[in-house]
């Protein structure tokens, strides 16, 4: 769900790029709209995918649920193309935003649960 901050920080420096300042996600989104959405500069699709991926992860880090592999795939394809569109309407100096990954990492072995806690 990690993929979920990428997003959210690119978006918020393509808004802070712009003029604008936001205080939530809220704010964020309504000047998402304004700024890149309403002159045809990104997909409005693009506002709701960063609200779900906020749902989602607030429901991951909250306990009631665990995102599957494939949600946390999805995640990473959708936020590391999200930051790529960021780094283009920014234009950026030094930034290709071609380099940002496409897919995401190889999954390794699980990591060893920790032993039990003793006093």
């Not at 996600?25 to 960063?50: K, N």
């Amino acid at each position: 769900m990690q993929g979920y901050f990428a997003a959210y920080r690119a978006a918020r420096a393509a808004l802070l790029a712009s003029g604008y300042r936001d205080t939530n996600l809220f704010g964020l989104c309504a000047g998402l709209e304004h700024t890149l959405v309403e002159p045809g500069r990104l997909p409005g699709d693009e506002i709701r995918r960063l609200c779900d991926a906020k749902d989602r992860k607030d429901i991951v880090y909250e306990g009631d649920a665990r995102a599957s592999a494939a949600e946390a795939d999805e995640m990473l394809r959708w936020s590391s193309g999200f930051v790529r569109r960021m780094i283009e309407i920014l234009a950026l100096p030094g930034f290709d935003p071609q380099a940002v990954d496409r897919a995401p990492p190889p999954r390794g072995p699980a990591r060893p649960s920790l032993p039990p806690h003793r006093e």
